[in-house]
């Protein structure tokens, strides 16, 4: 749970990633509830510099319309020019602008559509003329969607382009009354930013409201003098406020409205005299108390009360003994069987949990007489026969309707009042834990004490020691298919994992017949000289594979292949047309169990599934990674500014931090880069006094440090945060801390505008390892040779604003076209799961910008068969120049799910340059 509000500029990050992706053209606003008769408009943004022909495309649901087909007349009318926006509408073009004269002269109107938008909610799809969706969204008028879009003239906005459209938490209410149909709309600021509800005292066993509390999180005394309540979305009912509410204060106002007949629900408006709304909010009256209250303050979270805290600091009757401990949500297997929630009791007495609910993410309501004693674990599992099965005895309930979603979800517990108890927001890997997305692992809590909403605060649970050691064995002939080389280049045996894994090998052998001598040579050893004769020599995606006491540890952190992106070894003594035995003991660590063995010429090969246990996770036990003397303040966000600096800047580094246990020592290490990764991590202190470092407010949880030592063009620093307590215990961000540092660039660049921006800051040692020359060379024990496929840690920078820590790099291309050097004009490069961008984790870079490629996806699209997105962008490596290359899309499941109705069920073939 959160205790804290923070900026919004960190809070993005957290949007988890749903199905239905952002790309190139996005819904950016939705007027689907105006006042009175004014139309219905949904707003359409490009969001590239690529001309797209929007001829014939369609809304298929939520409203009916397609847009006109191409004239000669008007060529350039269903082209949707760079970054442009257009509208459709409930009406034609004269009505909408009548109604809304506002909107831009130059901005492209189409309508009216039949039907019209629900003031329920619905989804909205657009596709295009080949029936691919272009965007869709399922709006909303309730739960987590904003209320002020429903009738009082407001409309949705996205906050963040860049970010999933389908998802309530990218969208707000419009800054004005009216919305902003065809530009941008401003972001809140002023009095919409610092007042919000904060508590609604009702009478005595009535409907009536009593007061209405207002809370100010400024920093200085707000006047609300020109400002009304209202509880109806026409504003027909509202009162004049007086006074003020002093800084970071409350204040309240005696509130003659009653809820409606026949609800339970009342909704409140806070609106200036342009009746533009600065705060909304939707209580239920309590059956059996009075008082209802946000906590904490500025939090949209309402609780009811035993008591009332009128113009004070809000304390409201909940409880938060109870925590969300573990979450099972995406077992290897893909099967929802092994699926769990855990519960822990941290307080100090028994908890009857009797009518409690899940509400979002999963459904379960806990029967009559569930009790849960202190110190207790209980397990909400999805089935509760499958679980008893593999685990044996747990203390355990279910089963839950619903699935956990492997692209992450909020999870929610309320008790019978309807307030919460607690809630994970989670989403798959990168500050989040790695290997519970989808590799084995469950999601502890380090510690119960630690807010279980922040990433920091999770660890993946230790599986290592579950699964045992079993046989493989397999028979064929050896044909020497192919004999380029000498012998030690073609008689080879490759072993390759198929993902990210991590499996355990000893008492490999190649024997003929069975029962000769083994033919791998240095069977038991670690080749570092780039020589397969001298033992395994892992390189690319299996780069971090090692040999330690006889027993092979193959790691991958991708897929493997048959060039460079596996472990082989020389076998030169075996014979053509011979009959050999690969045999091998093996077990499962985490990641995919898919195993690919095979002799270099693949005429003796197989590929294995080596078993995963049932016994995931640690349910109704103490979690494997607890820390051990307490809890860790909490590291939940990061953030550099500006993006890119120039070298008159200082850098101001913010950190939001939870502390569990007093005061947190918060400091930010950081260094210089330097091509032998060697250089000395300083270490500057970080405040939250609203004075030292440069922070701007005092104790509102974010710790600030300004640093002025790096300010030589072109010189990239690399930092981390570590926040400690008086315990010992830790956490950093990003989490891996000095391995997968933050970086930033110092560039004097002026950088052309024409063009979105993609800027990629990545080590100058990475850098090295990526040139063949040296990454394929005892400085990295020839880990990395040319065709390698390891990614490298870097930050990402879209248009010199928007920052991604934790992105990655390669280099890309086939046999024919993959450069040797240290060049990234062709590359791939993906975000962390938690942060994708525009709905896309992988893309690609092209050299290709002679327009061949775009002429000829073109045509293909014409023609109705599916094609790549791509958009002509300027991408920056370091201080280097803004080269014009073409981001794609690449083939692989954000594409197929895109194009295909069975998404990426089935089998890709892909050419192998071998």
Same mark, same amino acid.
């Given at each position: 749970?959160?205790?804290?509000?923070?900026?919004?500029?960190?809070?993005?990050?957290?949007?988890?990633?749903?199905?239905?992706?952002?790309?190139?053209?996005?819904?950016?606003?939705?007027?689907?509830?105006?006042?009175?008769?004014?139309?219905?408009?949904?707003?359409?943004?490009?969001?590239?510099?690529?001309?797209?022909?929007?001829?014939?495309?369609?809304?298929?649901?939520?409203?009916?319309?397609?847009?006109?087909?191409?004239?000669?007349?008007? %060529?350039?009318?269903?082209?949707?020019?760079?970054?442009?926006?257009?509208?459709?509408?409930?009406?034609?073009?004269?009505?909408?602008?009548?109604?809304?004269?506002?909107?831009?002269?130059?901005?492209?109107?189409?309508?009216?559509?039949?039907?019209?938008?629900?003031?329920?909610?619905?989804?909205?799809?657009?596709?295009?003329?080949?029936?691919?969706?272009?965007?869709?969204?399922?709006?909303?008028?309730?739960?987590?969607?904003?209320?002020?879009?429903?009738?009082?003239?407001?409309?949705?906005?996205?906050?963040?382009?860049?970010?999933?459209?389908?998802?309530?938490?990218?969208?707000?209410?419009?800054?004005?009354?009216?919305?902003?149909?065809?530009?941008?709309?401003?972001?809140?600021?002023?009095?919409?930013?610092?007042?919000?509800?904060?508590?609604?005292?009702?009478?005595?066993?009535?409907?009536?409201?009593?007061?209405?509390?207002?809370?100010?999180?400024?920093?200085?005394?707000?006047?609300?003098?020109?400002?009304?309540?209202?509880?109806?979305?026409?504003?027909?009912?509202?009162?004049?406020?007086?006074?003020?509410?002093?800084?970071?204060?409350?204040?309240?106002?005696?509130?003659?409205?009653?809820?409606?007949?026949?609800?339970?629900?009342?909704?409140?408006?806070?609106?200036?005299?342009?009746?533009?709304?600065?705060?909304?909010?939707?209580?239920?009256?309590?059956?059996?108390?009075?008082?209802?209250?946000?906590?904490?303050?500025?939090?949209?979270?309402?609780?009811?009360?035993?008591?009332?805290?009128?113009?004070?600091?809000?304390?409201?009757?909940?409880?938060?003994?109870?925590?969300?401990?573990?979450?099972?949500?995406?077992?290897?297997?893909?099967?929802?069987?092994?699926?769990?929630?855990?519960?822990?009791?941290?307080?100090?007495?028994?908890?009857?949990?009797?009518?409690?609910?899940?509400?979002?993410?999963?459904?379960?309501?806990?029967?009559?007489?569930?009790?849960?004693?202190?110190?207790?674990?209980?397990?909400?599992?999805?089935?509760?026969?499958?679980?008893?099965?593999?685990?044996?005895?747990?203390?355990?309930?279910?089963?839950?309707?619903?699935?956990?979603?492997?692209?992450?979800?909020?999870?929610?517990?309320?008790?019978?009042?309807?307030?919460?108890?607690?809630?994970?927001?989670?989403?798959?890997?990168?500050?989040?834990?790695?290997?519970?997305?989808?590799?084995?692992?469950?999601?502890?809590?380090?510690?119960?004490?630690?807010?279980?909403?922040?990433?920091?605060?999770?660890?993946?649970?230790?599986?290592?020691?579950?699964?045992?050691?079993?046989?493989?064995?397999?028979?064929?002939?050896?044909?020497?298919?192919?004999?380029?080389?000498?012998?030690?280049?073609?008689?080879?045996?490759?072993?390759?994992?198929?993902?990210?894994?991590?499996?355990?090998?000893?008492?490999?052998?190649?024997?003929?017949?069975?029962?000769?001598?083994?033919?791998?040579?240095?069977?038991?050893?670690?080749?570092?000289?780039?020589?397969?004769?001298?033992?395994?020599?892992?390189?690319?995606?299996?780069?971090?594979?090692?040999?330690?006491?006889?027993?092979?540890?193959?790691?991958?952190?991708?897929?493997?292949?048959?060039?460079?992106?596996?472990?082989?070894?020389?076998?030169?003594?075996?014979?053509?047309?011979?009959?050999?035995?690969?045999?091998?003991?093996?077990?499962?660590?985490?990641?995919?169990?898919?195993?690919?063995?095979?002799?270099?010429?693949?005429?003796?090969?197989?590929?294995?599934?080596?078993?995963?246990?049932?016994?995931?996770?640690?349910?109704?036990?103490?979690?494997?990674?607890?820390?051990?003397?307490?809890?860790?303040?909490?590291?939940?966000?990061?953030?550099?500014?500006?993006?890119?600096?120039?070298?008159?800047?200082?850098?101001?580094?913010?950190?939001?931090?939870?502390?569990?246990?007093?005061?947190?020592?918060?400091?930010?290490?950081?260094?210089?880069?330097?091509?032998?990764?060697?250089?000395?991590?300083?270490?500057?202190?970080?405040?939250?006094?609203?004075?030292?470092?440069?922070?701007?407010?005092?104790?509102?949880?974010?710790?600030?440090?300004?640093?002025?030592?790096?300010?030589?063009?072109?010189?990239?620093?690399?930092?981390?945060?570590?926040?400690?307590?008086?315990?010992?215990?830790?956490?950093?961000?990003?989490?891996?801390?000095?391995?997968?540092?933050?970086?930033?660039?110092?560039?004097?660049?002026?950088?052309?505008?024409?063009? %979105?921006?993609?800027?990629?800051?990545?080590?100058?040692?990475?850098?090295?390892?990526?040139?063949?020359?040296?990454?394929?060379?005892?400085?990295?024990?020839?880990?990395?040779?040319?065709?390698?496929?390891?990614?490298?840690?870097?930050?990402?920078?879209?248009?010199?604003?928007?920052?991604?820590?934790?992105?990655?790099?390669?280099?890309?291309?086939?046999?024919?076209?993959?450069?040797?050097?240290?060049?990234?004009?062709?590359?791939?490069?993906?975000?962390?799961?938690?942060?994708?961008?525009?709905?896309?984790?992988?893309?690609?870079?092209?050299?290709?910008?002679?327009?061949?490629?775009?002429?000829?996806?073109?045509?293909?699209?014409?023609?109705?068969?599916?094609?790549?997105?791509?958009?002509?962008?300027?991408?920056?490596?370091?201080?280097?120049?803004?080269?014009?290359?073409?981001?794609?899309?690449?083939?692989?499941?954000?594409?197929?799910?895109?194009?295909?109705?069975?998404?990426?069920?089935?089998?890709?073939?892909?050419?192998?340059?071998?």
């Amino acid at each position: 749970m959160n205790p804290l509000k923070f900026p919004a500029a960190l809070a993005l990050v957290l949007i988890p990633i749903l199905p239905l992706k952002a790309k190139q053209v996005i819904f950016s606003e939705i007027m689907y509830s105006p006042t009175g008769s004014l139309p219905e408009y949904i707003e359409v943004q490009n969001l590239t510099a690529t001309p797209l022909d929007f001829a014939k495309w369609k809304f298929t649901n939520g409203v009916d319309y397609e847009f006109p087909g191409f004239s000669a007349a008007a %060529s350039q009318h269903m082209f949707l020019h760079a970054f442009q926006r257009i509208l459709v509408a409930s009406v034609d073009e004269g009505t909408l602008r009548a109604a809304y004269p506002g909107i831009p002269r130059d901005v492209k109107i189409f309508g009216p559509w039949i039907g019209a938008l629900n003031n329920g909610g619905e989804r909205v799809t657009l596709k295009d003329k080949n029936g691919v969706i272009v965007s869709s969204v399922n709006y909303g008028n309730d739960g987590h969607w904003p209320i002020a879009a429903n009738g009082t003239g407001h409309s949705l906005v996205v906050r963040n382009e860049d970010r999933l459209v389908d998802n309530w938490r990218n969208w707000r209410v419009s800054t004005r009354n009216g919305g902003s149909p065809g530009e941008r709309d401003s972001e809140p600021s002023g009095l919409a930013t610092a007042l919000t509800f904060s508590e609604v005292q009702f009478a005595d066993g009535l409907d009536d409201l009593n007061w209405i509390e207002l809370h100010n999180s400024g920093e200085s005394t707000t006047n609300v003098g020109s400002l009304f309540l209202a509880t109806l979305p026409d504003f027909s009912d509202k009162v004049p406020l007086s006074g003020s509410v002093a800084a970071r204060d409350y204040n309240s106002w005696t509130a003659p409205f009653v809820v409606p007949v026949g609800s339970d629900e009342i909704s409140l408006f806070l609106i200036d005299a342009s009746e533009n709304v600065l705060a909304s909010a939707r209580v239920t009256r309590p059956v059996g108390r009075n008082s209802v209250q946000t906590f904490p303050a500025g939090s949209s979270d309402w609780f009811s009360s035993e008591t009332s805290t009128r113009d004070a600091p809000n304390n409201p009757t909940r409880n938060d003994d109870i925590v969300i401990n573990e979450i099972m949500y995406d077992l290897p297997s893909d099967h929802r069987n092994g699926e769990f929630v855990e519960l822990y009791n941290r307080g100090n007495a028994p908890v009857d949990l009797s009518g409690w609910r899940f509400v979002d993410g999963i459904d379960f309501t806990f029967p009559a007489n569930t009790m849960l004693d202190d110190g207790a674990y209980l397990v909400v599992a999805a089935d509760r026969a499958w679980m008893e099965s593999a685990y044996g005895a747990l203390p355990i309930i279910g089963d839950f309707t619903d699935q956990l979603r492997d692209s992450g979800e909020l999870v929610r517990l309320e008790d019978t009042w309807g307030n919460l108890v607690d809630q994970v927001d989670y989403l798959p890997s990168g500050d989040w834990p790695e290997l519970a997305d989808g590799d084995g692992s469950s999601m502890e809590l380090k510690h119960p004490d630690m807010d279980n909403d922040a990433a920091a605060s999770w660890a993946d649970s230790n599986e290592s020691q579950k699964s045992t050691m079993q046989t493989f064995t397999h028979t064929g002939t050896y044909r020497q298919n192919n004999s380029r080389g000498s012998a030690s280049d073609y008689r080879e045996f490759h072993m390759h994992l198929v993902g990210d894994s991590y499996l355990l090998l000893e008492n490999i052998s190649l024997r003929q017949n069975g029962n000769g001598g083994n033919e791998l040579q240095n069977v038991t050893s670690h080749a570092t000289n780039g020589s397969s004769a001298s033992g395994w020599l892992c390189q690319g995606t299996h780069w971090a594979s090692y040999v330690r006491n006889g027993q092979v540890h193959l790691i991958s952190d991708g897929h493997g292949d048959n060039k460079a992106n596996r472990a082989e070894i020389d076998c030169t003594g075996i014979n053509d047309n011979a009959s050999y035995t690969i045999q091998f003991d093996a077990r499962w660590i985490w990641g995919k169990p898919r195993l690919i063995t095979q002799t270099w010429d693949h005429s003796i090969g197989k590929t294995w599934l080596i078993p995963i246990p049932d016994n995931l996770g640690t349910p109704g036990a103490q979690n494997s990674n607890i820390l051990s003397n307490g809890p860790a303040p909490t590291v939940a966000s990061v953030l550099h500014s500006p993006a890119v600096p120039r070298s008159s800047d200082s850098v101001k580094i913010t950190a939001r931090v939870l502390s569990p246990n007093g005061v947190p020592t918060v400091t930010v290490l950081h260094r210089e880069d330097n091509n032998n990764a060697n250089g000395r991590w300083r270490s500057t202190a970080m405040f939250d006094n609203g004075t030292s470092g440069g922070d701007d407010i005092a104790g509102d949880g974010i710790y600030t440090a300004t640093l002025t030592e790096y300010r030589t063009d072109n010189r990239i620093v690399q930092f981390y945060i570590r926040a400690g307590g008086a315990n010992g215990e830790f956490t950093l961000l990003p989490k891996l801390g000095p391995e997968r540092p933050a970086m930033w660039v110092v560039d004097n660049s002026t950088i052309p505008s024409d063009l %979105s921006t993609q800027r990629f800051v990545i080590s100058a040692y990475d850098r090295d390892a990526i040139n063949t020359n040296v990454g394929h060379s005892s400085k990295f024990q020839y880990d990395f040779p040319r065709m390698s496929n390891h990614y490298f840690n870097a930050t990402f920078i879209s248009n010199e604003a928007n920052v991604y820590y934790n992105a990655e790099l390669r280099k890309s291309g086939s046999p024919f076209t993959r450069s040797s050097g240290n060049g990234l004009n062709h590359g791939k490069w993906k975000l962390p799961g938690d942060r994708h961008f525009r709905g896309r984790q992988k893309s690609v870079i092209d050299p290709s910008v002679d327009h061949d490629d775009r002429i000829a996806r073109y045509f293909l699209y014409q023609m109705g068969h599916p094609v790549s997105e791509a958009e002509f962008v300027r991408v920056i490596i370091n201080g280097g120049s803004a080269s014009v290359r073409d981001d794609m899309e690449p083939i692989a499941n954000d594409f197929l799910n895109r194009n295909f109705s069975e998404g990426n069920r089935g089998t890709l073939l892909r050419i192998d340059d071998e």
